[in-house]
């Protein structure tokens, strides 16, 4: 069965930092690109960040950029969020994604399947 | 604001057909393909639709997608209560690199 289980939220002060980890299961996690995607409470969802295999190609969402850092341990099948200067508006539930993929005709079409249930992050004095 | 604009609420009757409007630009849902996710209640989100109309295996088919311009559609016909839920529709975006999602749809049955 493919899985993943995010670990590592908590509460955590403003400017603090903390590190999700994402476990990967029952497929062969080198060979997808992962994210993370983040949901605060009562609102929508919000892609943070994008890692490509072998870590080639890492994006991330500007309202994150140069506070937080995305990678992989393929060894470990595992993914990870670094979270620096943490802001009460960073408060939300990060959930890991797998991305699939598909060539087309022309292009190629991705997409997020599944998904693990979520770490909920707190920043609160 | 949501990058890709949705309606934040629809409902209808069971048995009825309902329609998520999906709108983005020429550099997101113009130029590649666009997903539509289902998030029950208290749960993580569940991919319902890809590649603009396709369904995975255990989606039921009165689920279906489409995409015309720099819009897409998510539309469930038989409405069931158990389709009570928030959708999303998200696509890559080409001058943000990156994802964007839209605002959300609640979705209740009536």
């Known amino acids: 069965e493919v899985q993943l289980v995010e670990s590592g939220g908590g509460l955590v002060k403003p400017g603090g930092s903390l590190r999700l980890s994402c476990a990967a299961s029952?497929?062969?996690?080198?060979?997808?690109?992962m994210n993370w995607v983040r949901q605060a409470p009562g609102k929508g969802l919000e892609w943070v960040s994008s890692?490509?295999?072998?870590?080639?190609?890492?994006y991330y969402a500007d309202s994150v950029k140069g506070r937080f850092t995305i990678s992989r341990d393929d060894a470990k099948n595992s993914l990870y969020l670094q979270m620096n200067s943490l802001r009460a508006e960073d408060t939300a539930v990060y959930f890991c994604a797998r991305e699939a993929r598909i060539t087309l005709v022309r292009g190629v079409s991705n997409w997020f399947d599944p998904w693990g249930q979520g770490t909920l992050v707190t920043v609160s004095s | 604001q949501s990058v890709l604009t949705q309606p934040p609420s629809a409902s209808g009757t069971p048995g009825q057909r309902v329609t998520i409007s999906c709108s983005g630009s020429?550099?997101?849902?113009?130029?590649?393909?666009v997903n539509w996710y289902q998030q029950l209640p208290g749960t993580a989100p569940k991919l319902l639709i890809y590649s603009n109309n396709q369904r995975p295996s255990g989606v039921p088919d009165r689920f279906s997608g489409s995409k015309s311009g720099t819009s897409a559609s998510l539309a469930i016909s038989g409405l069931q209560s158990e389709d009570e839920a928030d959708y999303y529709c998200?696509?890559?975006?080409?001058?943000?690199?990156?994802?964007?999602f839209g605002g959300g749809t609640k979705l209740t049955v009536l």
């Open positions: 029952g497929f062969t996690f080198s060979t997808y690109n």
């Open positions: 998200a696509a890559w975006d080409d001058s943000l690199s990156g994802w964007v």
């Open positions: 020429s550099s997101n849902i113009g130029t590649n393909t």
């Open positions: 890692i490509s295999t072998s870590s080639g190609y890492i």
